[in-house]
Structure formats: structure tokens, C-alpha cells
């Protein structure tokens, strides 16, 4: 029997049960919208994990202060002050995995514009800060070495710093009142917004780090160097040589515990996008699995409708069909209850990502490989739970199945 004769009949039997076939299909429809809806909420998760550490730095690496043993005790890193301005430009000339270096101290601090105040995060650092953060200037401009060296009394707002204290009224060349002392507004940062969750990046004004040390904090020395290596593949080297170069600097014999410690945000980010691999494949699994029931209700319907229909087998076999015919009548009916499944299942997993990204704020991806999967895998279930009541259908003996009642 030709394949297009064969579709036709299965097409007419189920068209005969309209709704029987539906009900069928249904699980079909609900499992692939289901691995859709939730790996593209995975994927999304995973974007934005990415995004959130793209947003903080190219190849970024930080460099802390180390800690200290009292008593047996450790008090953790960045609790003991051993960072100084020339280990950041021992970094800068000896390490040539390294890019861009920028010293950097912090503090919070209240700051008034005429009638207003703000409460925000001070950060001193180096010149080369925009280009380690990947942070682009939105209106004026960023400090220069000079500037820095000069410890000059200059800064650059956070866009919600700029927001809160001007109120869209243009802040360049205003001054503003750091700790009662007058900064020059020289230029605003764009926006990043939250960083993981932690913390809102925009809620800072960042200023020279020799400012910082000198005129509001009173020290010498650094918290931390924010270092960016030159490429994501030298992000390993950058960190061995920085140790290397810190160690000599700091006299520390061979053996000894280092008084700093390197991270590298790459590993982190990587530790990150893993973790949300696994809440994908985890969210994937779970709907594949409604996607077997739905398997098991076609095989369910097409052994209901073998042994209704019986003595139609009976009389095509008495006429001339094979078993491969009869084989092939009904896996073919369980293989396009399954792919009309698969196909409105796709419809239902895209609209439901994007209802959900709408509705909840969540950021969802929807990948064609997790379209083109469950839909194989939905064409792949109607053969393998259609072949038992196809192969059952076409064993039956022709005589026995013409005297059934």
C-alpha cells in the first residue's frame, strides 16, 4: 500500500473520534509546551547570570587584601591592610597578561546638593576603571591620571545618585558636598542596575582614589586593586603572575600563606552559568516526563481502538492487506496523533514563555534546539508507544477476527 493511501486512512479513523483524538494528543500538547516553557526559563536564567557578570567587567580579576591569624583564629581576607598603590603599578609594568590596573578604596558617606542628600557608596579608584568595568560615560567625563595624581576633588555620579540629587537637571560642573567636602561633578555613568541581585551598581560615585585615601578616608594604603586581564584566555596567566609579582613584593618565603588573595571572576561566573545548566536540564526533565504519559495515553487509545475495530481488520486482510499494511495503518495513526501534538505543543510553549516573561518580569530564551528536540522527541513517542497496538493489530488472524462480534 503506498504511504499516502496509508496516511489517508489513518486520517480518516481519526477523524472519526474528533474528540478522543484530541484528548489523546493532549498530553502530547501539555508535555512539548511544557519542555519548552521550562528550558527556555532555564536558558533565560542563564543569559541573565551571563549578562550580570558581562555587566561587572571584561576578564575581570580582584586582587584583596589577605588575612590574619590571631590566636589560631583567621579573621578573613580583606581584614588585614596589605595592598599598597606600588603593588598595583608593579602589577601594571611586570605583568604582561594584564591590561589595565586601578587601585581601589571605598566608603559610604552622605552627600548633599543644595536641599537634598544621598546616602551612597564612594569609590576611589584609577583612570582605567570605566574600561576594566565596561562602563561607558552617558554625559561628560571620567578622571585622567593627572587628575588622579593630583588628587583633585572630582567625581563621576552613578546614574541613581544623579537621579536622586538633580532630578534630571543637567549635573556637570555642579558642585556637590562629600563628608562637608565640595566635589566637582564632571561626568554621569550609564546605567547597569542590579548586580546578582546584591546590590544596585548605579547607587555610587566613584572619584580618584588618591582623593578617597588623603581628604575622606585618612590612609595610605588600598582595599583592593580591580585588575582586567588582556584576554579571557590569559585570565590564568594574569593570576599567576600576579601572585608571582606580589609574592616577591611581599617577601613571602616559599610555602608561606599568601596575605592576599586573587579572584577570578571568570571561574565564578563559569560556577554560575553551571549551576544554571543543571536547574535546566532539572526543569527540562520534569516536563519530558509528562511527555511519556502522554506516550502512554496514545498506547492506551490505539489498543482501545484495535479492539474496536477488529473485524475492519479482519475484512481488509481478507481482501489482500499484508501485515506490514495493517502495521503500518496503525503506527502511522499513533505517529500523527503524536506529531499534531508535538506541533500545537510548540504553539503552547512559546506563547507560555513569553506570558511568562511578561507576567512575572522573568527573563526566558527560547532556543530552536529545545524546539527541534521536543518535537523529535514527541514524533519519537508516538513510534515507540504506537508500535506494540500497530504490531498487535497486524498479528491477528484473519478468520478469528472476521467472526468477532
Given amino acids: 500500500m503506498k504511504m499516502s493511501r496509508t496516511i489517508q486512512i489513518s486520517l480518516n479513523a481519526l477523524n472519526r473520534n474528533k474528540m478522543r483524538s484530541f484528548l489523546t494528543a493532549l498530553g502530547i500538547i501539555i508535555g512539548v509546551g511544557a519542555v519548552i516553557a521550562m528550558v527556555s526559563i532555564g536558558q533565560g536564567a542563564k543569559k541573565a547570570v551571563e549578562n550580570r557578570f558581562e555587566s561587572m567587567g571584561t576578564n575581570l580579576l580582584f586582587v584583596q587584601s589577605g588575612s590574619r591569624s590571631v590566636r589560631g583564629r583567621q579573621s578573613g581576607f580583606g581584614s588585614f591592610n596589605t595592598l599598597t598603590t606600588n603593588d598595583a603599578k608593579a602589577i601594571e609594568e611586570k605583568c604582561d597578561a594584564v591590561k589595565y590596573v586601578s587601585p581601589s578604596v571605598s566608603t559610604r558617606a552622605q552627600v548633599i546638593y543644595g536641599n537634598k542628600n544621598w546616602n551612597t557608596n564612594i569609590r576611589g579608584t584609577g583612570a582605567n576603571y570605566p574600561e576594566i568595568r565596561n562602563w561607558d560615560i552617558e554625559e561628560g567625563m571620567f578622571f585622567d591620571t593627572h587628575q588622579v595624581n593630583a588628587a583633585a576633588k572630582i567625581c563621576v555620579l552613578g546614574k541613581e545618585v544623579s537621579t536622586n540629587l538633580f532630578e534630571g537637571d543637567y549635573p556637570v560642573g555642579k558642585i556637590i558636598r562629600i563628608k562637608k567636602i565640595p566635589f566637582r561633578v564632571i561626568g554621569v555613568l550609564k546605567s547597569k542596575g542590579e548586580s546578582m541581585g546584591w546590590f544596585n551598581q548605579d547607587d555610587v560615585i566613584v572619584i580618584p582614589y588618591t582623593t578617597a585615601q588623603r581628604r575622606l578616608m585618612g590612609i595610605t594604603y588600598i582595599q583592593s586593586i580591580d585588575i582586567s586581564a588582556a584576554s579571557s584566555e590569559r585570565t590564568k596567566a594574569a593570576t599567576e603572575q600576579i601572585e608571582a609579582t606580589l609574592r616577591i613584593r611581599h617577601k613571602i618565603a616559599p610555602g608561606a600563606e599568601d596575605d592576599f588573595h586573587v579572584r577570578d571572576m571568570t571561574e565564578i561566573a563559569e560556577g554560575a552559568a553551571a549551576s544554571t545548566d543543571i536547574m535546566t536540564n532539572l526543569l527540562g526533565g520534569i516536563a519530558l516526563v509528562s511527555l511519556l504519559v502522554g506516550g502512554i495515553g496514545i498506547m492506551n487509545i490505539m489498543l482501545v481502538s484495535v479492539t474496536e475495530r477488529i ?89 478469528e477476527a472476521l467472526r468477532y462480534e
Fill in 311 to 399: 473485524r475492519e481488520i479482519g475484512i481488509r486482510m481478507s481482501v489482500g492487506a499484508k501485515e506490514i499494511d495493517i502495521l503500518l495503518q496503525f503506527l502511522t495513526e499513533a505517529i500523527v496523533l503524536s506529531v499534531m501534538g508535538g506541533i500545537l505543543g510548540i504553539g503552547v510553549g512559546v506563547t507560555a514563555s513569553k506570558l511568562i516573561a511578561k507576567i512575572s518580569g522573568w527573563q526566558t530564551l527560547i532556543s530552536p534546539v529545545s524546539i527541534a528536540l521536543a518535537f523529535l522527541f514527541s514524533g519519537s513517542v508516538g513510534i515507540f508507544f504506537g508500535f506494540y497496538p500497530a504490531r498487535k493489530a497486524s498479528k491477528l488472524d484473519p478468520i
